[in-house]
């Protein structure tokens, strides 16, 4: 998800809404005038790894925990009546945890029977010992019509008022088939119990065109906040940002360098060294892979994406949304702006990369990932990545896919890193470069079927139509082999019809292995050409298929992966060399600072936020081949959102540049136990309360 980049979203809940729960299992309205109290239908419940308590209380499920480590699935299923949540925006699931062990929960809902990725929402929780809570998953639903009110009205947005936020992959709310809840523990005593309620909907939704009627306008401030909302850290005017600029000097003042243990690169003083090469490589020790900084020293890279950067919004044709004095303008960058606010208009930008800096260190990242504000690259005070955008060639339908055939391909590539290398190919502080970003692979061999509808004079279907003519000698040979019919190879075709010939998708998969292989080599060719003592850190997965991983594999030095998702434990790709993984891009998004969208994973508050950074950067130091994550993103989306509509609650910092609290502690937590943690991994997260002494044990 590049600064800027379009992609897709997901939400969140309060604490009033733990308090709504008593009600819940009588049924909660949308809406003042929405649906009366309906009792939700009664589930099929399953469980299995622990045993259920008979007799147990109505609407609940009581669980006896087997053993101080387990896991256990509790599926409630809706095999005739189907539940109806299309009134609410969460689903929820009560629980009670009666052990001494923290519960690591994943609570799953799907509205089908047989498609239980793309119709399913979910959210990972951490539930302390003892406590009695609402578990609220936010169920994403599909894009609202151009022609919607709220579109209208307020703009192409991912996330509205009143608890809408669309997404590729959601549920139908008034169709819920299974809920699932997954719990793990490590720690409880044999016999201590565990109860869960029966699933219910929480909290409002609705998309009312004559909500709109009680929105006042303009809807931001001059800072770009809501008007109509408060939220810890929501700045009254500019004189207010005037103020933290001295708190932020103080910080600068009192950071010299990374934190105590760290080398001057961020790595790890506490392992022994290894060999210094003045750059950044990685090496695999006693089957764990690291990068090895400058100096030898173990490193693993925890970074922010767009380090001291933020994107705009579009002011004309919603001219109303924003107050009078900026209605003349196309679009604004709130942030940006704020921040000039903060600082002497004279050196803003160098009193901001101070700042950004000094927060980063202080905080305990040691890395300014791609799109970083160039003042922090040319800084030498920490590590960076950068990226290179090679333009999209445009393979018929796929309008983000680079063709490796093109000659427009190879110039962009050529000129890109030569340009980059001028400025960064004698750095040490540059920790690898990344080449593109969430190209659009697709699954199977559908790339290379599109690259057959192409135009003709597309380089990709040309080359395709060469490997065609070696491997068929003939066109008799070809349509013998496809069943097919063509009256030359030039117009050859994707087969159509549902008895698909054999040889051809051997044709069409060999192809793809080739055409993939073809990107990565050129990549890495250039790499080594411009940038031959740094590392090729690949094209940022977030599509994939195994073809194209192992192409990868073959020929970068790190591949990256953009892992927007709940954990990583046991994450995969195929690779055909062994080679370590980093998470280019993840967060998780709440809307508990001003903002109506979370992200594409998402918390139910800012708690929630917090333990998921713990529980998905403790799952990532565990995993032997993850050698880093980068969180997505520096500053807080605004309200009105970016250019393509994106309005998520994921940044480090608002968009007033005030630190997120919770969530910059939650980074520091990790990164104080950062490397002990990788050296010695253990089952629970970071940051988790140690289980409970045996009984009699002082």
Same mark, same amino acid.
């Given at each position: 998800m590049p600064l800027p980049r379009p992609t897709t979203a997901r939400p969140l809940c309060?604490?009033?809404?733990?308090?709504?729960?008593?009600?819940?299992?009588?049924?909660?309205?949308?809406?003042?005038?929405?649906?009366?109290?309906?009792?939700?239908?009664?589930?099929?419940?399953?469980?299995?790894?622990?045993?259920?308590i008979k007799h147990g209380v109505e609407g609940a499920v009581d669980l006896t925990l087997p053993g101080t480590v387990g896991r256990a699935v509790i599926?409630?299923?809706?095999?005739?009546?189907?539940?109806?949540?299309?009134?609410?925006?969460?689903?929820?699931?009560?629980?009670?945890?009666?052990?001494?062990?923290?519960?690591?929960?994943?609570?799953?809902?799907?509205?089908?029977?047989?498609?239980?990725?793309?119709?399913?929402?979910?959210?990972?929780?951490?539930?302390?010992?003892?406590?009695?809570?609402?578990?609220?998953?936010?169920?994403?639903?599909?894009?609202?019509?151009?022609?919607?009110?709220?579109? &209208?009205?307020? +703009? !192409? @947005?991912?996330?509205? /008022?009143?608890?809408?936020?669309?997404?590729? =992959?959601?549920?139908?709310?008034?169709?819920?088939?299974?809920?699932?809840?997954?719990v793990t523990w490590h720690g409880a005593r044999s016999g201590q119990t565990l109860r869960l309620k029966h699933p219910v909907?929480?909290?409002?939704?609705?998309?009312?065109?004559?909500?709109?009627?009680?929105?006042?306008?303009?809807?931001?401030?001059?800072?770009?906040?809501?008007?109509?909302?408060?939220?810890?850290?929501?700045?009254?005017?500019?004189?207010?940002?005037?103020a933290d600029a001295g708190q932020d000097q103080a910080l600068v003042a009192a950071t010299k360098?990374?934190?105590?243990?760290?080398? &001057?690169?961020? +790595? !790890? @003083?506490?392992?022994? /060294?290894?060999?210094?090469?003045?750059?950044? =490589?990685?090496?695999?020790?006693?089957?764990?892979?690291?990068?090895?900084?400058?100096?030898?020293?173990?490193?693993?890279?925890?970074?922010?994406?767009?380090?001291?950067?933020?994107?705009?919004?579009?002011?004309?044709?919603?001219?109303?949304?924003f107050p009078k004095a900026v209605r003349d303008r196309e679009e604004l960058d709130h942030y940006t702006d704020n921040v000039k606010a903060k600082h002497d208009p004279a050196n803003w930008r160098g009193d901001h990369a101070e700042v950004s800096i000094a927060r980063m260190l202080s905080w305990g990242f040691n890395t300014a990932g791609a799109w970083s504000m160039d003042d922090m690259t040319a800084s030498r005070r920490i590590p960076y990545s950068l990226i290179v955008h090679v333009?999209?060639?445009?393979?018929?339908?796929?309008?983000?896919?680079?063709?490796?055939?093109?000659?427009?391909?190879?110039?962009?590539?050529?000129?890109?890193?030569?340009?980059?290398?001028?400025?960064?190919?004698?750095?040490?502080?540059?920790?690898?470069?990344f080449i593109d970003n969430e190209l659009d692979w697709r699954g199977g061999t559908e790339l290379v079927a599109q690259i057959l509808r192409s135009s003709p004079r597309t380089p990709a279907r040309q080359a395709l139509v060469a490997f065609l003519r070696q491997r068929h000698p003939t066109l008799a040979a070809l349509n013998q082999a496809w069943g097919s019919e063509f009256d030359s190879f030039e117009n050859v075709r994707p087969h159509s019809g549902p008895d698909v010939p054999g040889a051809y998708l051997k044709d069409l998969?060999?192809?793809?292995?080739?055409?993939?292989?073809?990107?990565?080599?050129?990549c890495a060719r250039a790499m080594d050409k411009h940038f031959p003592r740094h590392l090729y850190l690949g094209c940022r997965f977030?599509?994939?298929?195994?073809?194209?991983?192992?192409?990868?594999?073959?020929?970068?030095?790190?591949?990256?992966?953009?892992?927007?998702?709940?954990?990583?434990?046991?994450?995969?790709?195929?690779?055909?060399?062994?080679?370590?993984?980093?998470?280019?891009?993840?967060?998780?998004?709440?809307?508990?600072?001003?903002?109506?969208?979370?992200?594409?994973?998402?918390?139910?508050?800012?708690?929630?936020?917090?333990?998921?950074?713990?529980?998905?950067?403790?799952?990532?130091?565990?995993?032997?081949q993850i050698v880093g994550a980068h969180w997505f993103q520096w500053s807080g989306q605004a309200v009105t959102g970016r250019y393509d509509g994106e309005n998520f609650g994921v940044g480090l910092v608002s968009i007033v540049d005030r630190p997120v609290v919770s969530l910059v502690e939650a980074f520091t937590a990790v990164s104080d136990e950062?490397?002990?943690?990788?050296?010695s991994p253990r089952p629970t997260r970071i940051g988790s309360p140690p289980p409970p002494r045996p009984a009699g044990e002082k």
């Open positions: 309060g604490l009033a809404f733990v308090l709504c729960l008593v009600l819940a299992g009588k049924g909660a309205s949308s809406s003042p005038a929405g649906p009366g109290p309906s009792a939700p239908p009664a589930p099929s419940v399953k469980v299995t790894g622990a045993e259920q599926e409630f299923s809706y095999p005739g009546e189907v539940l109806d949540l299309s009134a609410f925006r969460d689903l929820a699931v009560q629980v009670q945890n009666g052990s001494d062990a923290e519960l690591d929960v994943l609570v799953s809902g799907t509205s089908s029977r047989k498609d239980d990725y793309t119709k399913r929402v979910e959210t990972r929780f951490l539930v302390r010992p003892g406590e009695h809570t609402a578990l609220h998953v936010f169920m994403v639903r599909p894009a609202l019509p151009k022609d919607h009110a709220f579109v &209208r009205r307020l +703009g !192409d @947005l991912y996330a509205f /008022p009143w608890g809408h936020q669309s997404h590729w =992959r959601h549920l139908d709310a008034a169709a819920i088939v299974r809920v699932t809840v997954e909907g929480l909290a409002e939704y609705s998309v009312d065109p004559a909500r709109l009627d009680t929105l006042a306008f303009p809807l931001v401030d001059e800072l770009g906040q809501d008007c109509g909302k408060t939220w810890p850290g929501k700045a009254e005017d500019a004189a207010e940002l005037r360098g990374p934190r105590a243990g760290r080398s &001057r690169f961020g +790595g !790890d @003083l506490g392992s022994p /060294p290894r060999a210094a090469t003045g750059f950044f =490589r990685v090496e695999k020790i006693d089957g764990r892979w690291w990068f090895v900084d400058p100096e030898g020293h173990l490193f693993w890279s925890l970074g922010i994406n767009g380090a001291g950067t933020s994107s705009t919004t579009r002011v004309k044709g919603r001219e109303h949304l333009g999209y060639q445009h393979i018929a339908e796929n309008k983000k896919i680079a063709d490796p055939y093109s000659a427009e391909f190879k110039n962009d590539l050529e000129n890109n890193l030569a340009s980059l290398a001028a400025l960064h190919g004698n750095s040490p502080w540059l920790l690898g470069v998969e060999d192809f793809l292995a080739l055409y993939v292989d073809t990107y990565f080599a050129a977030h599509v994939w298929n195994p073809v194209v991983t192992a192409a990868a594999s073959r020929h970068c030095d790190v591949v990256s992966v953009n892992a927007y998702r709940y954990g990583v434990a046991g994450f995969s790709i195929h690779t055909v060399v062994d080679k370590p993984i980093l998470i280019g891009e993840f967060h998780f998004g709440t809307r508990d600072y001003g903002v109506w969208g979370v992200g594409l994973t998402w918390a139910a508050d800012s708690r929630n936020q917090a333990d998921l950074v713990h529980a998905y950067l403790s799952d990532a130091l565990r995993h032997p950062l490397y002990d943690y990788r050296r």
